[in-house]
Antibody, heavy 117, light 106 residues
Framework: VEMVESGGGVGQPGKSLRLSCVGS????????LHWVRQAPGKGLEWVAL????????FYADSVKDRFTVSRDNSRNTLFLEMNRLRPEDTAVYYC???????????WGLGTLVTVSS | EIVMTQSPAVLSASPGQRATLSCRAS??????LAWYQQRPGQTPRLLIH???TTAGGVPPRFSGSGSGTEFTLAISSLESEDFVVYYC?????????FGQGTKLEI
């Protein structure tokens, strides 16, 4: 199993960034996928979930109405559209595969998002 | 939202010793608890789910126990690579919530 994120970098407050995560080595279309973030020197914070079929999406209150999670099962790719960025969104963002409902058995290497003017 | 509290924040131990890390939930989460290990600069790794089920490839010196609100991760005989950070996470109630972590130091 491998999950590789991309798209991180420096974003200005109020602007947007789009993260991607490509999965391989497992049946991508049959697993729920999450984004989890970790601010520098801090703990882990769950961000968003999209079930296997993309039928619904779920968000942490801290990102609701600003972030959008989506997936393209034909390309084994997970996305996180991050709008109206805030400095407190600065973190390493991990995509994570569900090992069962709502716990994570495989994680990507992460991509760093820095929100700064 | 459930609050997960890990203790201690920092645990000092020596190689070969047994270590016990605690995780407490603010309300009952049955046995829907996972433990992760994170080495510096690395991605989290699943150690335990369902409170006591060891994930594939995890050495047998790691074990989990507990139910309801009190949980424990035990490492029976510490090796040098075990001195890193450990997180618990509840997945019984929405949203998933992590504890703040316990750093295991030599």
């Amino acid at each position: 199993v491998e999950m590789v994120e991309s798209g991180g970098g420096v974003g200005q407050p109020g602007k947007s960034l789009r993260l991607s995560c490509v999965g391989s080595g497992f049946s991508f279309r049959t697993h729920g996928l999450h984004w989890v973030r970790q601010a520098p020197g801090k703990g882990l914070e769950w961000v968003a979930l999209i079930p296997y079929d993309g039928s619904k999406t779920f968000y942490a209150d801290s990102v609701k109405d600003r972030f959008t999670v989506s997936r393209d099962n034909s390309r084994n790719t997970l996305f996180l559209e991050m709008n109206r960025l805030r400095p407190e969104d600065t973190a390493v963002y991990y995509c994570a595969k569900e090992g069962g409902p709502y716990f994570f058995d495989n994680w990507g290497l992460g991509t760093l998002v820095t929100v700064s003017s | 939202e459930i609050v997960m509290t890990q203790s201690p924040a920092v645990l000092s131990a020596s190689p070969g010793q047994r270590a016990t890390l605690s995780c407490r939930a603010s309300e009952s989460i049955s046995r829907n608890l996972a433990w992760y290990q994170q080495r510096p600069g690395q991605t989290p790794r699943l150690l335990i789910h369902a409170a006591s089920t060891t994930a594939g490839g995890v050495p047998p010196r790691f074990s989990g126990s507990g139910s309801g609100t009190e949980f424990t991760l035990a490492i029976s005989s510490l090796e040098s690579e075990d001195f890193v950070v450990y997180y618990c996470q509840q997945y019984d109630k929405w949203p998933p919530v992590f504890g703040q972590g316990t750093k295991l130091e030599i």
